[in-house]
C-alpha cells in the first residue's frame, strides 16, 4: 500500500500571500500524484496532478515533485479566502489525512 | 453531466438493519470504488472493481458487500450494520482501470448514521 502523509494543520495564510502545502510518500515506484481541494462536508474535487519531477504550473497552483525525496507539494500564490479548504495529497489509492487551509482576510 | 451519482445523502439506521447505498457513473469508466471517511483517519478504501463481475478489498472491507453486476453501477451493502460504520461514504470512479495514472471522479458522499 502506498502510504502518504500530510501535516493536518491547521495553516492559516493571509489573503494574498502564498499557502505552501506538503505531503511526503513512501512507495519509491509511484508514478502520479494529485491534489484534491474538500470543503467541509462536500466530496473530494480534483485540482491538479503530476507525473514529473520538477514544478507544473496552472493559474495560482503550482504542484511540485521530487521523486528522489518522495516528497509532493502544492503552492497556492495570491491566496482567496474561497482558498480555505482541506487539501488531500494522493498517490492513487491512498490519500493523506489532509491539511486544513484557513486565507485570513 | 460526467458525474457520479450516490444515494441517499443522507441515512440514519439502526443496528443490524441491512442497508444499500447506491452509486453510478455515466462515464463508461471501468474502475470504480468505495472509500469512507473519517475525522483524523482521512479517506480509506473499503473496495474496489476493475471491470464488471471483477472486485476486491481494500483496506478496510470487514462489515461490507459490494457487487459489480453492470458497468455503471457499483452498491455498497451493509449487511448488518454497526455503530462503527457511522461515517462519510464516497463513491468513486476512473477511466484508468486502477492503475493510479488518472484521479478519481467523486460522487457528493453518503454521511451514514448507525445507532
Known amino acids: 500500500q502506498k502510504e502518504v502523509e500530510q501535516n493536518s494543520g491547521p495553516l492559516s495564510v493571509p489573503e494574498g500571500a502564498i499557502a505552501s502545502l506538503n505531503c511526503t510518500y513512501s512507495d519509491r515506484g509511484s508514478q502520479s500524484f494529485f491534489w484534491y481541494r474538500q470543503y467541509s462536508g462536500k466530496s473530494p474535487e480534483l485540482i491538479m496532478f503530476i507525473y514529473s519531477n520538477g514544478d507544473k504550473e496552472d493559474g495560482r497552483f503550482t504542484a511540485q515533485l521530487n521523486k528522489a525525496s518522495q516528497y509532493v507539494s502544492l503552492l497556492i500564490r495570491d491566496s482567496q479566502p474561497s482558498d480555505s479548504a482541506t487539501y488531500l495529497c494522493?498517490?492513487?489509492?491512498?490519500f493523506g489525512t489532509g491539511t486544513r487551509l484557513t486565507i485570513i482576510p | 453531466e460526467a458525474q457520479v451519482t450516490q444515494n441517499p445523502r443522507y441515512l440514519i439506521t439502526v443496528t443490524g438493519k441491512k442497508l444499500t447505498v447506491t452509486c453510478s457513473q455515466n462515464?463508461?469508466?471501468?474502475?470504480m470504488s468505495w472509500y469512507r471517511q473519517d475525522p483524523g483517519l482521512g479517506l480509506r478504501q473499503i473496495y474496489y472493481s476493475m471491470n464488471v463481475e471483477v472486485t476486491d478489498k481494500g483496506d478496510v472491507p470487514e462489515g461490507y458487500k459490494v457487487s459489480r453486476k453492470e458497468k455503471r453501477n457499483f452498491p455498497l451493502i451493509l449487511e448488518s450494520p454497526s455503530p462503527n460504520q457511522t461515517s462519510l461514504y464516497f463513491c468513486?470512479?476512473?477511466?484508468?482501470?486502477?492503475?493510479?495514472?488518472?484521479?478519481?471522479?467523486f460522487g457528493s458522499g453518503t454521511r451514514l448514521t448507525v445507532v
Open positions: 468513486a470512479s476512473s477511466s484508468d482501470r486502477g492503475q493510479g495514472s488518472y484521479g478519481y471522479t
Open positions: 462515464m463508461n469508466h471501468e474502475y
Open positions: 494522493a498517490v492513487i489509492p491512498s
